[in-house]
Structures are given as C-alpha cells and as structure tokens.
C-alpha cells in the first residue's frame, strides 16, 4: 500500500477547515490503495517522511513567510530526507525528484512569501511537484473547500495503485 503523509500547521478553525478538506480528498471512497498519514508539522518526523510515497504541506502564511511549526518540520527533517546543500549550507537543487507533493497556504492578505519559501526548501527535496498551489486568502467558503478537496483527491490519486 501507498502511503501520502499530510503535514500541517492548522491553528485555527479557518486553516484547519481547509486541512479537513485535504484529508477527505485524501481519503475520497474512489481512491484504492492508499493510506493516508496527518501529522501535525511539529509532530512530523523524518521516519514519516521516509515511509511516504507523497506529501501534501499545509501552512498558514505568517509575515510573509511559512508557519514557523512548517518551518520547523523542515529543519528537523531536512538532511534525512534527502535534502541537498550547497557549500555555503544553503538549500541547493536536486535535479527533480520522482516523491510528488501538494501544497496548500492561507493567509489573511497575501500568501506570495509562504508559497515562496515552501517551494525554495521543497526544492532541495527529492520532491517534485504535483499540482498547483492552493492559495487562500481570507475566510474560506465553500469554493475553497471545494479545491481543497481536490487537491488532496490528486494527490492520493497519484499513488493509487
């Protein structure tokens, strides 16, 4: 069985209406021969990572910048996963990656800092890409929900065997 870890930080009942979404998209009736894992991102370990096939990120955008608990997940698992540095200890590129990921931001005004900085560390990861970035801003209404849903669904659908 396939295995799609979902590490967010969901501190409010806004955020975590999106994460729900995710995961039931996730886990939609559809979808065989998957398993899916959540972890809160200050909870996440490098072993959750090493035994997922995919990945979905959840973050609030915070300052312009990612959650500070997605940030720590980040520092805590970088190297283990697989992450490549530079010699100057920056995040450096890793060709691609065949592990697919999803990502998903809420902010009140603007997520353009958060989707950066993800992206940037998701880089260096031997992760690739796999479908667009929800990005949300304000309340989140049924629409939003809605692509949420979808987001989890794609990602889950990849792995199905």
């Known amino acids: 069985m396939r295995r799609l870890l979902v590490v967010h ?3 409010t009942a806004t955020v975590r209406s999106l994460t729900e979404a995710v995961v039931q998209g996730a886990n939609d009736d ?44 980040f520092d805590t698992i970088f190297l283990e996963a697989g992450g490549a540095l ?23 005004y603007d997520t353009t800092g958060a989707v950066r900085s993800v992206q940037a ?5 031997p992760w690739s890409q796999a479908a667009g970035v929800l990005e949300v801003l304000g309340d989140v209404g049924d629409e ?3 692509s949420a849903y979808e987001l989890g669904g794609t990602l889950a659908a ?4």
């Open 30 to 73: 559809a979808i065989e021969g998957v398993e899916v894992v959540v972890r809160e991102a200050l909870e996440a370990r490098a072993d959750d990572v090493l035994a997922a096939d995919g990945y979905l990120l959840g973050t609030t955008a915070n300052f312009g910048y990612m959650s500070g608990a997605l940030k720590h997940f």
């Open 86 to 108: 530079t010699d100057d200890g920056a995040a450096g590129a890793t060709g691609g990656g065949k592990k697919p990921y999803g990502l998903w931001v809420h902010g009140r």
């Open 121 to 125: 560390i998701v880089g260096a990861l």
């Open 9 to 11: 930080h969901s501190p």
């Open 158 to 161: 990849l792995l199905s065997e």
């Open 144 to 146: 939003a929900t809605a």
